[in-house]
């Protein structure tokens, strides 16, 4: 399946756009997507296991990922 | 309980008259505000840049926790995003409760969990012309 | 740093403008506010009395404390005197610092040593008709 | 000498006076003070051992005190 993982702040700055489009088989977890933005340009300058939001929580690396989840890349939060 | 992300400037003294309520003794708010300084370099301004709809999702589910552990529902949260300027505020934490201890511990611990765990970012601009993406800061 | 002890409504956002300033990231107001109820009488207002040139020497010296303690000199503590209303203010204690643990520490020290020492004191009218000096609440 | 002594809150209104005189040894301390309002008519309603402030100060009640001084009995404060 395409899926499309938003990026944002330092990550964006890096990969140089708010979101990429990756290719990850039907049955991927969190992990793999991740995998697939650090094999796109660029994406090896991003941490190996950063933070990931699937539907605008927190989620685990061996979550599972459905074509219709919203997946973004967190990095490390600064609000306040 | 009220949560949002804003993109104008916070208006601290309707999130006084949003908490306050007869039944109440007590209200504490706490404000970040801008500084002109971070790490020894002259700060212009902080842009501040959230995925919003997970930053409210995550600031009400904080807002929620916090009425649990501390018994009150008087809570708000305002966090901004876009530019904010020296010494303007850039989150602000209202809560009310009948005592003054659980009122005062409940915006500590927003304002700790919040640093944590909401996704929002901030961008330094410098004086000298220069930005950068900074980490957290206490 | 200014501490008074005021026969008007406390203007909050105007303690807020007063201690803010562009070296501070941090900026904690403490209210305390009248309820509606305490030991479960039911309250219409609360009165307050104040011994006032030592209660403003009192303030003044716990502002004067509070800044050697946690650096900072951005301090304001206000008090009303007189007939206050359910839900409104009778002391506001506003502290602003470059980091946010020293400035939630401070007006919470500020509030405690208040409750304590500060020659104020509070009459409680009822809902009944009838009325009563009372001690210190939490 | 003679000294004004100040009183609040319920104290003022166990003697019903917000101030009483009272005449005492010229070498007087707070201690003193004290015993002289206690002997006024309704003054044993109030405490024994009061706070006391001397000139806008809390006083300990061996404190000598001088007929210029400001002196104030201060019942259990409850601002805040």
């Known amino acids: 399946m395409n899926l499309d993982v938003l990026l944002f702040a330092s990550y964006a700055d890096a990969i140089g756009a708010p979101a990429v489009r990756v290719s990850v088989p039907d049955d991927a977890r969190v992990a793999d997507v991740v995998l697939a933005?650090?094999?796109?340009?660029?994406?090896?300058?991003?941490?190996?296991?950063?933070?990931?939001?699937?539907?605008?929580?927190?989620?685990?690396?061996?979550?599972?990922?459905?074509?219709?989840?919203e997946v973004a890349l967190i990095p490390p939060v600064a609000g306040g | 309980m009220r949560t949002a992300v804003v993109d104008r400037p916070i208006d601290v003294a309707?999130?006084?008259?949003?908490?306050t309520a007869?039944?109440?003794?007590?209200?504490?708010?706490?404000?970040?505000?801008?500084?002109?300084?971070?790490?020894?370099?002259?700060?212009?301004?902080i842009e501040y840049n959230a995925y919003a709809p997970m930053a409210e999702r995550e600031m009400g589910e904080i807002a929620s926790e916090a009425a649990a552990q501390?018994?009150?529902t008087q809570i708000v949260i305002e966090h901004r995003t876009g530019y904010v300027a020296l010494g303007?505020?850039?989150?602000?934490?209202a809560v009310a409760h009948a005592r003054r201890a659980p009122a005062?511990?409940?915006?500590?611990?927003?304002?700790?969990?919040?640093?944590v765990r909401?996704?929002?970012?901030?961008?330094?601009?410098?004086?000298?012309?220069?930005?950068?993406?900074?980490?957290q800061t206490s």
Not at chain 1, 38 to 63: C, F, I, M
Not at chain 2, 14 to 19: F, G, S, T
Not at chain 2, 88 to 93: C, E, H, K, P
């Open chain 2, 22 to 45: 007869a039944h109440n003794g007590a209200l504490s708010l706490f404000i970040g505000t801008v500084r002109d300084v971070n790490d020894g370099r002259a700060v212009e301004a």
């Open chain 2, 118 to 135: 909401v996704p929002i970012w901030k961008r330094e601009h410098y004086v000298d012309g220069t930005r950068e993406w900074t980490g």
């Open chain 1, 37 to 69: 933005v650090r094999a796109l340009s660029a994406g090896a300058t991003l941490p190996e296991r950063p933070l990931v939001a699937v539907n605008h929580r927190y989620a685990k690396p061996d979550q599972l990922v459905k074509p219709t989840d």
């Open chain 2, 70 to 72: 501390f018994g009150t």
């Open chain 2, 14 to 19: 309707a999130l006084v008259a949003e908490v």
């Open chain 2, 88 to 93: 303007q505020a850039s989150v602000a934490i």
């Open chain 2, 104 to 115: 005062m511990d409940a915006s500590r611990w927003i304002i700790e969990q919040l640093k």
